[in-house]
């Protein structure tokens, strides 16, 4: 592939991601999240902090690896201090195994709802919070 055509891919990649949402974060503000090779499996190399990441399990088994890799990404961001939200219908999470993740569990506020609706609400409240490092929703 000559010059040119490599310019046209890549303003083309650009403007679909910009149409996408997908925005390059400033270099000051990009936070490593500690695995790099899912780092580079993101646009521009960089893992999207800001935004809602969705995880489906489907068994206990799936949600239990899950939570570790929520834990693993929560890492390197709570180590700066702050607290998360953790909302869910029926907790999966040990929180003393937060400790293998380098978490203090003091640092996760848990919620346990019931109704889906709470969960929502909670949720929306949560998102409005500039103060978290970061909100976990399961349900």
């Known amino acids: 592939m000559n010059l040119p055509e490599k310019n046209v891919l890549a303003m083309l990649e650009k403007e679909i991601l910009s149409l996408q949402g997908f925005k390059s974060l400033p270099t000051k503000?990009?936070?490593?999240?500690?695995?790099?090779?899912?780092?580079?499996?993101?646009?521009?190399?960089?893992?999207?902090?800001?935004?809602?990441?969705?995880?489906?399990?489907?068994?206990p088994e799936d949600a239990s690896a899950t939570n570790d890799f929520i834990a693993g990404l929560l890492n390197n961001r709570m180590q700066q201090g702050g607290a998360c939200l953790w909302i869910s219908a029926s907790r999966t999470q040990f929180p003393a195994a937060l400790n293998m993740y380098g978490i203090a569990p003091h640092q996760i506020v848990f919620i346990d709802l019931k109704k889906e609706r709470d969960g929502l609400y909670a949720t929306e409240e949560a998102l409005r919070c500039n103060n978290l490092v970061a909100r976990c929703v399961k349900y």
């Not at 936070?31 to 068994?59: D, K, M, N, Y």
């Open 29 to 59: 503000d990009y936070i490593p999240i500690g695995f790099r090779p899912i780092e580079q499996a993101f646009p521009h190399a960089q893992f999207p902090i800001g935004c809602v990441h969705e995880f489906l399990t489907l068994s």
